[in-house]
Nanobody, 132 residues
Framework: QLQLVESGGGLVQPGGSLRLSCAAS????????IGWFRQAPGKEREGVSC????????SYADSVKGRFTISRDNAKNTVYLEMNSLKPEDTGVYYC?????????????????????????WGQGMQVTVSS
């Protein structure tokens, strides 16, 4: 079965850290750009961070710059999102999506959360809660 599987979410206190993983099952991520998106209660889904297939190009939402780091290990078929100095406003359901981006740039990917673009693959999402 071809799918993306997210892991690493959970409950963390403000100021804490989490590392999210997005792993591909049934296909290789090597040729795909990956985007992390989130949706907070009562808000629209937004782009958090995106990375090109090579890992050279990255993009971050202004709200997470300096706190979050996206990376990929193509040998492990996995993309990571390291989240530090977490704030309550980081709470939400986090999704990853994959696409070869025949049209969008990596920067545009982060500005175009699903379902506004028909990404090749996207995961089921997982909860991240930042609360004391």
């Amino acid at each position: 079965q071809l799918q993306l599987v997210e892991s690493g979410g959970g409950l963390v206190q403000p100021g804490g850290s989490l590392r999210l993983s997005c792993a591909a099952s049934g296909f290789t991520l090597n040729y795909y750009a990956i985007g992390w998106f989130r949706q907070a209660p009562g808000k629209e889904r937004e782009g958090v961070s995106c990375i090109s297939s090579s890992g050279v190009i990255t993009s971050y939402a202004d709200s997470v710059k300096g706190r979050f780091t996206i990376s990929r290990d193509n040998a492990k078929n996995t993309v990571y999102l390291e989240m530090n100095s977490l704030k309550p406003e980081d709470t939400g359901v986090y999704y990853c999506a994959a696409d070869m981006l025949p049209i969008l740039t990596v920067q545009a990917m982060c500005a175009t959360p699903p379902p506004n673009y028909d990404y090749a693959y996207w995961g089921q999402g997982m909860q991240v809660t930042v609360s004391s």
